[in-house]
């Protein structure tokens, strides 16, 4: 039995209560209060049909505090989503990685932002092109542009960069250096755009080639907006898209549970966190300001991984 134990990679103690009759099958999961807590998950996966039950639990606590009653631990919302069939079906792809040693995420607001393109195609055929920008310590998208039929200019970047500025800091000068992350689209290396940018007192930097891991946050934004607002909105053609673009961010920004700040939405994170910066104090100092990413273009040169 020890040798059968072994190659089954169990407990030898397992099989000899299964031989002997002592093994009790398990029940099928169930709890009595789960009967008031399943409609309001039902209705949360109905209106969010893209979001795992992390997320799901993170709403409906929302929703228990609301009305005095106790949280629900994810691991019964998972048993419970699990049971009735709620659950997403898993992704299985496998996609060959890449090295990457940078961190993008920083300690504070307004240190770096992360800034980066979106397309996608409406039911007629219509093409939607846009470009946002983000914070890289609280998510939040700070300002963002989007065009049909034609592709983002320099212009609309550096429109965009001007009213991130003033929406952080109330200027149209960042108080001190901010980090500008980008890819190495035209919009965002054009001479006008680098020039703007210094002007802002924004510092340029820009991922290697083949290199979305060194702008992740841009990049799991993207599939977020892709998974969690296109997919599952009616979008017949570029103006019905348009119209619908400003509430998907907003809604994000209000709502969506982003896993790196503990199950919060960027604005309650910023709420909790930064009260002072919601009142319109800035939020980087010079001396609190990281080094550029390791392996980005910062300007014209590279610095060293």
């Given at each position: 039995m020890s040798?059968?134990?072994?190659?089954?990679?169990?407990?030898?103690?397992?099989?000899?209560?299964?031989?002997?009759?002592?093994?009790?099958?398990r029940r099928r999961y169930h709890k009595a209060q789960d009967a008031a807590v399943l409609p309001m998950v039902r209705r949360l996966v109905d209106e969010r049909p893209t979001y795992g039950y992390r997320r799901i639990t993170a709403l409906l606590n929302r929703k228990l505090a609301a009305r005095g009653d106790p949280p629900a631990n994810h691991k019964r919302v998972y048993r419970l989503m699990k049971v009735h069939g709620l659950l997403l079906q898993k992704h299985t792809a496998d996609r060959p990685g890449r090295a990457h040693d940078g961190k993008v995420v920083v300690m504070r607001s307004n240190l770096r932002w992360c800034s980066d393109g979106f397309e996608f195609a409406c039911w007629n055929g219509e093409i939607v092109r846009g470009a946002f920008v983000l914070d890289a310590h609280d998510r939040e998208v700070i300002a963002w542009r989007a065009v049909a039929g034609a592709g983002i200019s320099g212009s609309d970047?550096?429109?965009?960069?001007?009213?991130?500025?003033?929406?952080?800091?109330?200027?149209?000068r960042a108080p001190s250096p901010v980090e500008w992350l980008s890819d190495n689209g035209s919009p965002y290396t054009a001479r006008d755009t680098r020039l703007f940018a210094?002007?802002?007192?924004?510092?340029?930097?820009?991922t290697p080639v083949a290199s979305p891991e060194s702008n992740g946050i841009s990049e799991a934004f993207v599939k977020t907006i892709k998974r969690d607002y296109v997919r599952v909105r009616a979008l017949p053609d570029a103006r019905a898209a348009l119209d619908q673009i400003d509430g998907w961010f907003e809604d994000y920004n209000d709502n969506h549970p982003h896993s790196g700040l503990r199950?919060?939405?960027?604005?309650?994170?910023?709420?909790?966190?930064q009260p002072a910066a919601l009142s319109g104090?800035?939020?980087?100092t010079p001396s609190a300001l990281p080094s550029p990413l390791p392996g980005i273009m910062t300007g014209r040169r590279r610095t060293p991984f």
């Open positions: 040798a059968v134990a072994r190659t089954l990679g169990v407990s030898r103690s397992n099989l000899a209560e299964r031989l002997d009759g002592r093994a009790k099958p970047i550096r429109d965009m960069m001007l009213e991130a500025v003033e929406k952080r800091f109330g200027a149209i210094a002007q802002l007192n924004l510092t340029p930097c820009f199950m919060r939405s960027p604005r309650e994170f910023r709420r909790a966190h104090s800035t939020g980087a």
